[in-house]
């Protein structure tokens, strides 16, 4: 097979949750049990941290895997869905997986899979694994695509685990409170091995306290430790954000340049330097210097796109994929800071969201452009508008997200502002 059918036998034989939803979610970890012994293992031979979380998982694990590049490290970063391209799943020190490494093993694995049935993540969680293992990185960041607990990526027994911000995110499949989701993710919490929770909340301390000394693991509320603080306002149209940081009110870091302005990073980073300096105790070397390149060239160092991105200024337009109720109350924060004469707001979401409550966080004085992503999840973008109507929100459906763009972008002038998002697969469609 050539790499586009090969992306089409992956696709058509193989249910894949960001399409389709949760009839593409087989919870439980035995299907990639069975791939990976097939396979000899290959998640044996890797030394991981294993990230998980409801908002902030992905920069987490983008930012934890550029430090280490920069300190010298060979790093495999396996992160979900993609936003371009496939092989952006998978990467070695900014390095996607090359496509004829996909053709290849499909070919040789295609009879498993037939075999085993698996769903297109657990496929896809072998395939990284095999791959990290073959080019002998010295350190895999792997990032839970859904939950934790029955996540195909919990076969791996990490040197650390981190769990990021606990919010309401796919309740169909993870729970109903906050309590029953932060268990989910509390399931990646393994016998012995040092866990991190990057931020405190009441809501669900005790889940991830009685979780670690049930599996007699060490447990460090990174938010306790490391404070982080703003030293000067970004301007709207800069990339870097600049903060200092405290250990135990002593100080850190300062002046330390992030190449993610969003603020909610500032809720990150506290695990991120947990994690960095729970490896260093574990004998990895990363100097200051490394902390401070990773951090600054983020995106440079990995590629990571989609988190608060500029995407032209004169009008200013700004992308952030988003999409769930606490992302969006922080993203929603920082976007009503932003100065501007009008706001032009292009929306798109998929079908199995509570609308309703995503809506109620958006700004009625916007201009909305209602689109629907090219998946099969998305919402119409009719239904989508007419729900924004009767909560006040003013605007008209576009169709594809192409269209709703231009509608924008024509729309508005050199002082105004258009934000893109959503849905990770909204920003997905855009150029970057």
Same mark, same amino acid.
């Given at each position: ?379 119409? /973008?009719?239904?989508? #508008?007419? +729900? $924004? %109507? ?8 576009? *169709?594809?997200?192409? =269209? /709703?763009?231009?509608? #924008?972008? +024509? $729309? %508005? ?8 998002? *959503?849905?990770?697969? =909204? ?6």
């Amino acid at each position: 097979m050539t790499y586009a059918e090969t992306l089409e036998y992956l696709y058509s034989q193989l249910p894949v949750f960001q399409r389709v939803g949760a009839a593409g979610y087989k919870p439980g970890l035995g299907n990639t049990e069975k791939l990976a012994a097939a396979m000899g293992n290959p998640e044996r031979r890797l030394r991981c941290v294993h990230v998980a979380g409801t908002n902030g998982k992905g920069s987490s694990s983008n930012l934890l895997a550029a430090v280490l590049q920069a300190a010298g490290y060979k790093v495999g970063l396996y992160t979900s869905p993609h936003l371009r391209e496939f092989t952006e799943r998978i990467k070695v020190n900014d390095q996607d997986l090359t496509p004829e490494y996909l053709v290849a093993w499909v070919a040789q694995w295609k009879p498993l899979f037939e075999l085993v049935q698996p769903s297109f993540f657990e496929m896809c969680v072998a395939l990284a694994f095999s791959y990290f293992a073959e080019q002998q990185i010295d350190v895999a960041v792997i990032e839970v695509g859904l939950g934790g607990r029955l996540d195909s990526t919990n076969i791996i027994t990490p040197l650390v685990s981190l769990i990021t911000n606990i919010s309401f995110d796919h309740q169909n499949l993870l729970g109903e409170t906050l309590p029953l989701i932060a268990a989910e993710k509390a399931g990646i919490i393994k016998p012995g091995i040092p866990a991190i929770i990057s931020q405190t909340q009441p809501e669900v301390q005790t889940v991830f306290e009685q979780k670690a000394a049930a599996e007699h693991a060490p447990l460090l509320f990174a938010d306790q430790h490391y404070r982080t603080i703003l030293e000067v306002q970004p301007a709207p149209d800069q990339e870097v954000q600049v903060l200092s940081v405290t250990y135990d009110g002593n100080p850190l870091l300062t002046h330390l340049e992030l190449g993610l302005v969003g603020e909610y990073q500032q809720l990150n980073l506290p695990g991120v330097l947990a994690v960095l300096d729970e490896l260093r105790r574990q004998g990895f070397e990363v100097p200051e210097a490394a902390v401070r390149e990773g951090l600054r060239n983020v995106r440079q160092l990995t590629g990571f796109r989609g988190r608060w991105t500029i995407l032209g200024r004169q009008p200013l337009v700004v992308c952030d994929t988003g999409h769930n109720e606490a992302g969006l109350q922080l993203v929603m924060s920082q976007l009503a800071r932003l100065p501007r004469r009008q706001l032009h707001f292009v929306l798109g979401v998929v079908n199995d969201k509570d609308v309703s409550k995503m809506l109620a966080l958006l700004p009625t004085e916007a201009t909305y452009y209602f689109c629907q992503a090219t998946i099969p999840r998305a919402l119409p /973008a009719a239904t989508l #508008a007419e +729900a $924004a %109507a009767a909560v006040g929100l003013q605007g008209r459906a576009c *169709g594809p997200v192409s =269209v /709703a763009v231009a509608a #924008a972008q +024509a $729309a %508005a002038g050199p002082d105004d502002v258009v934000f893109i998002g *959503g849905s990770t697969f =909204v920003v997905a469609e855009l150029t970057f």
